[in-house]
């Protein structure tokens, strides 16, 4: 079946470490997107890349970093430089600029839960 | 920027009633995309339903429809004859068509919609 995975389901930090948060999708997608979501919050953009090796910051891009190396994959580093990275993270994809499909509609993963100790 | 308003933090609705979630938006941009997402207890997003800005025609997608009014930046969702599944978080998010349409999502803070059996 095809679809986002999101590993892990649930991740522990400690004040200070990084952590990688991996996010993988087999629809052939070539935009990928990092959302985070807080409680009585939306989803705000973190980071998206429309294109292999190529990435651009969201509305909230600090403290985080990307890498976009392989199609499938668009994983994102929490960095200490983070202040409050306690929150749930939803990665997604979309069809191409100019893909098939009027409407470019983004597919979400199942998010992971990071907490900060 | 574009903002995206939900006025409604919690809404209550018998079984089998309909309901309306009121969405409004801010943009300069004259074509875009419009979009409900629903977030269930699992928090996996789903879309519901989306619409294209130079569409007068309003989307519908069997139990669930939108007023969509462009000249006063308001895209409300009607659900009819609500089931207890309808029972989740839905999100309005517009997203430019500026560029092909691959950037990212920008959300409302979403509205809590409660189904009284």
């Known amino acids: 079946d095809g679809g986002i995975t999101q590993s892990p389901k649930y991740l522990f930090r400690k004040e200070g470490q990084n952590v990688t948060l991996s996010c993988e999708q087999n629809?052939?997608?070539?935009?990928m997107y990092w959302y985070r979501q807080d409680p009585g919050q939306g989803l705000r953009l973190i980071y998206y890349?429309?294109?292999?090796?190529?990435?651009q910051k969201g509305d909230i891009a600090e403290g985080y970093s990307v890498s976009r190396e392989k199609k499938e994959s668009f994983p994102l580093t929490v960095t200490s430089a983070q202040k409050n990275p306690t929150a749930f993270y939803l990665c997604?994809?979309?069809?191409?600029?100019?893909?098939?499909?009027?409407?470019?509609?983004?597919?979400f993963g199942p998010g992971t839960r990071l907490t900060v100790l | 920027a574009q903002t995206v308003t939900q006025s409604q933090p919690e809404m209550s609705v018998q079984e089998a009633e309909t309901v309306t979630l009121s969405c409004t938006y801010d943009t300069s941009e004259s074509d875009y995309y419009l979009f409900w997402y629903k977030q269930p207890p699992s928090r996996q997003m789903i879309l519901v339903i989306r619409q294209e800005a130079y569409k007068q025609q309003n989307a519908t997608e069997n139990r669930f429809s939108v007023n969509f009014q462009k000249a006063a930046k308001s895209f409300s969702l009607k659900i009819s004859d609500s089931q207890l599944g309808d029972a989740a978080m839905y999100f309005c998010?517009?997203?430019?068509?500026f560029g092909g349409g691959a950037d990212g999502l920008t959300f409302g803070k979403g509205t809590h919609l409660i189904i009284q059996p």
């Open positions: 998010a517009y997203r430019s068509a």
């Open positions: 997604a994809s979309s069809t191409s600029i100019g893909g098939t499909g009027p409407y470019n509609e983004q597919f």
């Open positions: 890349s429309q294109i292999v090796n190529d990435f």
């Open positions: 629809l052939n997608h070539d935009a």
